[in-house]
C-alpha cells in the first residue's frame, strides 16, 4: 500500500508543486492522476516514487517512510517511467539496458525474463538494437519493460501516451490491460483523458497541486464544472451525451455506453430496426 499523508512539496525555487495531498493506493488498483499542466502530477510520482521527499507530511511504501528509507530499498518496490523514454536509456542495446537493473539487484538468475518481456511487449528482435534507434512506441514499451525486469509491485507511468499514434496508443493499451489483469498496482499520470476513459480505473483529480476530486472514471469524467476547474478536457462521449440528455440519453464516460444508449433510442423511434426481407 501506498500512503501519503498531508503531503507538499517545494522546490527549490519556492514553486509549491504539490499541497496537503492526502492519498491511499491499494494493492491492485489501477489509478489515473489527472490534471492540467502545472497540476502536480509528475511530482507526485516522482514522491511516491523516493525520487523526491516530502517538504511537509509523510510517504510510506508498505510501511517504510522514504524520508528514512534508502532510495535502493524504495526503487526495488517502485518503479517509476518517465515521460521521456530516453531518459531512462544510457547503454548500448535493447538487451544491456534490460540486464542492468537486474545485476544492479542481484537477480541475474532472472535473466530467462528478458526474453519473455521483449515478446510479450512486441520487442522481440530487437535485443541487439541501440534503444535509441527504435520507434517512439518501442522506445516507450521498452521503457516499461526494463523497469517491470525487477518485478517491482508498484508501477508508476507518466504520460505513456503522449506522442503516441492510434497503433501505439492501441500497444499501450494492451499492456495496460495486461499488467492491470495480473494484479499490478499501477499509477497513471496522463493528460489523455479518452485513454483514461477507455481504461476506466480510479481517477485523481488535480489541480494547483491539491486533489479536486477522487473516484470512479464514470462519475469524475462526467462532472464538466469539476474537469473545467481542472482544465480537463471532457472525453467526447460525454461531450455528445450531455447534447443528447433532453432526448433521454444519459452522461456516460463510457463509448460503449453511449453507443448502446444510442441504439436503444434509435430503435424506439424506430430509425433502428431489421432490414426488411426483399
Known amino acids: 500500500m501506498i500512503e501519503l499523508d498531508r503531503v507538499s512539496f517545494t522546490y527549490p525555487g519556492g514553486v509549491r508543486a504539490v499541497e496537503r495531498v492526502d492519498l491511499v493506493l491499494r494493492d491492485g488498483e489501477v489509478v489515473a492522476l489527472m490534471g492540467g499542466n502545472g497540476a502536480g502530477k509528475t511530482t507526485l510520482l ?4 523516493g525520487l523526491l521527499k516530502p517538504s511537509e ?5 508498505d510501511g517504510l517512510d522514504t524520508r528514512r528509507t534508502p532510495l535502493g530499498k524504495i526503487a526495488r518496490l517502485v518503479g517509476y517511467v518517465p515521460q521521456i523514454a530516453e531518459t531512462l536509456f544510457f547503454l548500448e542495446s535493447v538487451e544491456e539496458e534490460m540486464l542492468y537493473a537486474l545485476r544492479n539487484f542481484g537477480m ?6 528478458v526474453v519473455d518481456l521483449l515478446r510479450a511487449f512486441g520487442l522481440e528482435g530487437t535485443e541487439k538494437r ?7 512506441g518501442q522506445k516507450k514499451r521498452l521503457s516499461i519493460a526494463v523497469v517491470l525486469a525487477w518485478e ?3 508501477l508508476l507511468l507518466d504520460e505513456p501516451t503522449l506522442g503516441q499514434d492510434r497503433a501505439g496508443r492501441d500497444a499501450m493499451m ?4 495486461r499488467l492491470r489483469d495480473e494484479g499490478k498496482t499501477l499509477v497513471i499520470a496522463t493528460h489523455d483523458v479518452e485513454f483514461v476513459s477507455e481504461l476506466s480505473p480510479r481517477v485523481v483529480l488535480m489541480g494547483r497541486g491539491r486533489v479536486l476530486a477522487d473516484g ?6 462526467t462532472d464538466e464544472g469539476l474537469l473545467r476547474e481542472a482544465r480537463v478536457l471532457p472525453p467526447q462521449s460525454v ?3 450531455s447534447r443528447l440528455e433532453a432526448m433521454g440519453v444519459k452522461k456516460t464516460s463510457s463509448f460503449e455506453d453511449l453507443v448502446l444508449q444510442l441504439r436503444s433510442l434509435l430503435k424506439s423511434v424506430g430509425g433502428c430496426g431489421e432490414p426488411e426481407a426483399r
Open 57 to 61: 507530511g509523510t510517504v510510506r511504501i
Open 216 to 221: 470512479r472514471a464514470e462519475d469524475v469524467l
Open 152 to 154: 517491482p509491485k508498484y
Open 108 to 113: 541475474l538468475d532472472r535473466a530467462d525474463r
Open 239 to 241: 461531450v455528445i451525451s
Open 174 to 177: 494492451e499492456v495496460v490491460r
Open 130 to 136: 541501440s534503444p535509441f534507434t527504435l520507434s517512439g
Open 46 to 49: 516522482k514522491l511516491m516514487s
